[in-house]
């Protein structure tokens, strides 16, 4: 009895080409991709979801890709493309936190507070971008939001096929619209604090002309951090959940539901 493997070549190109593409956007992706969790933990991530998705997503594959090596190194870049660029402009989504959080703290007299960002390469940046990125991320998992980012793996089979020419169009179109949204989404989100803000450092300057006797910037320090935290407490519910929704909304724009 003669055991025939000839399909077992086929079916690890099939299986690299896929994880090429899911394992590119799972770094890249938010909640999934975040720096925070462990580098190995995100590749057993993808390569789990590339077990799964096999049996779906590889009959979108041409069968005979042993047979051609030089269209098996075109189809490889092309999925390691469709993945960079899906993956990166999805990532764009969650720097709206950051930048929402560096005007916030800029307006409460917190800009000065800097620490490591634990989700977005541990770079520098505002204190309370840094808290509103961490609570995103809490937030999505705990809302099952995730799923819909799984979902956006799943149908960027049916959205690029592997194959076809990437809609370059498409996607730049794509990424320069979300990275329009994230500063207006941004400044939306602070809104609150920008016109708390105008209002206080207003009636400081009418304080200082009626009282020029008066030291208004050791008053007005700690008067205004203590503000905008009150500020952030009340809104800190209504900013979140307003920012989940987009969340989902721009997430969805890759699914093809």
Known sequence: MTLELSFLPGIAAMFMLMFARLGTMVMLLPALGESSIPARMRLSIALALTLVLYPIASSSYPADLMTNLPRLGVLLAGEFMIGFAVGLTARMITSALQTAGTIMASQIGLSFAMGSDLTNSG?????????????????????????LVIAALHDSFKLFPPGNLMPIGDITKVAVDTFAYIFSISVRMSAPFIVVGLVFYFGLGLLNKLMPQMQIFFISMPVNITLGIALLLVLIGTIMNWYLTHFAEQIGRFTAG
């Open 123 to 147: 770079q520098q940046g505002a204190l309370i971008g840094n808290y509103l990125s961490i609570l995103a991320v809490t937030l999505i998992f705990v809302t099952d939001a995730h799923f």
